[in-house]
Structure formats: C-alpha cells, structure tokens
C-alpha cells in the first residue's frame, strides 16, 4: 500500500515538473511573456543590468544543477531495479524549481537584450529550450513507464538546435530509453559548460547545431558572432566558389562561341525543368565587381 500512495506521489510531481518545463518552453517562445510571468520581475528603467559574468555563471550554474537532477533520477527510479518513487518526490520538487530559475534567468538575459547583445541572447535561448524542451521527453517517458504502459508514444529527445516541435518518441517494451534522454541531456549542458563529451557520444555530430556547444557558451555577443561566422562560414565559402565556378563557366562559353564551339552538352537537369543556371553578361561584370 506504501508503495502504491509513493508511486502516485512521483506521478502527481511527475506531472507538476513536465507542465512547469511545459510554461518555462512557452514563455521562452514569447520573450516579452517572461517579463510579466511569475519567472521573473519586470525591472525598473532605473536598475542596472546585473554584470553578464555573473548572470552567466548562474546560467550555468542551474543547467549543472539539472543535470545533477536528472542523473538522480536516473539512479532512483531505473527501470531494471525496483524504482524508488519515494526518494524521487524530492528530486523532482527540485528539478521544478530549477526549470523555473532556468527560464527566469533566460528572462533577465532577454530583458536586456540591447546591453548583452542580441546573437548572445538568441545563443542563450536555444540552449534553455533544448534542455527544458528534453527535460519534458525524459519526464513523460517516466511518466508511461510508472504507469506500466507499453507501445505509447510520447516526445522525442530534440536534437539540439532544432527548434521543430511535436515529434514522437515509440516507447515499447524497452527500458533502455530513459537513458537515451538522460544522455541528451548531459550532452547539451556539457557542451556549453564546455564540458569534453564522452568518447562513446552518438549524437556528438548533432550537438554541433547548438551555437551553445561549440567551446562551450559563449562569454559576449562578440563571440556569439564568431560562432555564427564558424557555422556559416563553410556555407559562405561553398557559395563564393559556385559563384566563381560560374564566373568561369561563362568565360569558357564564351570562348567556345568565339572559336564556334558545340552547343552545351545535356546535363540531364532540363528533362525535370532545372536547367543549368548561366549568368547573364551584366551579372558576371557585378560579380567580379564585388568579388573581393
């Protein structure tokens, strides 16, 4: 009888945890909510900003202490031993009020988006959703294994940096999967505590997507930028060689047409209407003019 009126303890918090990740994940999609919700308070035009040092190392601060939580519950309620539902209502009132501390100290970034920067603020903000919007997986696959519950479905773990909602997650007779979550969790706050991932990673190629996760959170908005310009930099460089290659192209046509060159063999691409793409003559003489 015990373990029954603990396990329907564990599911009401549960359920308490996942709707707070739940309100944390909405108003963190509409930055001017966290201002008037019970995150955070609205400040005055008077008070300063605090110093971005000591907000992010808070911000860090709360991420380590969520992943201290969800490795406790991985420890109590692990589905290959008897679960330990009485010593996760305390773990889970904690990680409650850690989500929150988490969106609220999101929110301080936000509020004064215009002193720490805007790319900085943007970093920061994928990286709380990634791990509430995970935290919320790991809880609801709990949630089904505590209820006995086989072939649901619940939220698949969100690789970081997609912000694409509403994926499903088959949850069967398996019970490795928390583990899974638990993992993604982990590799995402490790990565912006700067953290080195562990060897055996399979999702260290994903974690890549997260701005937060290379050399961990960026200390400014200056080096928020640098990070945008490493992830798109290969991209820039892609398009600067197509754009010569096609620079190129249109001096070989040229020349053929001089020297009364064959017609352009088929590529192929005309017979599903994607013709090759050539550049009229005032377009080659813009794009050497703005080459550098």
């Not at 599911?11 to 739940?22: D, K, P, R, W």
């Not at 850690?98 to 603020?121: H, K, M, N, P, W």
């Not at 209820?147 to 940096?161: I, Q």
């Amino acid at each position: 009888m015990a373990q029954s009126d603990d396990k329907q303890k564990a599911v009401t918090a549960f359920s308490i945890t996942s709707q707070t990740c739940t309100t944390a994940l909405n108003a963190l999609a509409s930055p001017l909510s966290l201002s008037s919700s019970h995150f955070t308070d609205t400040p005055s035009s008077t008070s300063p900003p605090p110093p971005l040092e000591t907000l992010r190392k808070d911000l860090l601060s709360i991420l380590q202490m969520v992943s201290h939580s969800v490795t406790k519950l991985a420890l109590v309620l692990k589905p290959s031993g008897p679960p330990a539902y009485s010593a996760s209502v305390p773990v889970l009132t904690e990680l409650t009020s850690q989500i929150s501390d988490l969106a609220g100290c999101t929110g301080t970034f936000g509020l004064y988006r215009a002193t720490y920067g805007e790319y900085l603020v943007k970093e920061v903000t994928q990286l709380v959703e990634d791990v509430v919007y995970n935290t919320r997986s790991l809880l609801q696959a709990y949630l089904h294994l505590a209820s006995d519950s086989t072939g649901r479905r619940v939220s698949a773990p969100r690789v970081p940096g997609d912000l694409m909602n509403g994926e499903e997650l088959f949850i069967g007779s398996s019970q490795d999967e928390y583990l899974k979550m638990t993992g993604t969790i982990h590799e995402v706050i490790d990565g912006a505590t700067g953290a080195p991932p562990p060897p055996s990673s399979k999702s260290s190629k994903s974690a890549g997507k997260n701005k937060a996760t290379l050399s961990g959170l960026s200390k400014d908005n200056a080096e928020a930028v640098q990070k945008l310009w490493t992830i798109d930099g290969g991209s820039l460089r892609d398009g600067v060689r197509e754009l010569k290659e096609m620079i190129e192209d249109y001096n070989d046509h040229d020349a053929d047409e001089d020297f009364g060159g064959e017609e352009d063999e088929d590529d192929g691409w005309a017979e599903l209407g994607l013709g090759t793409a050539k550049l009229k003559k005032e377009e080659v003489d813009r794009a050497k003019s703005s080459r550098c």
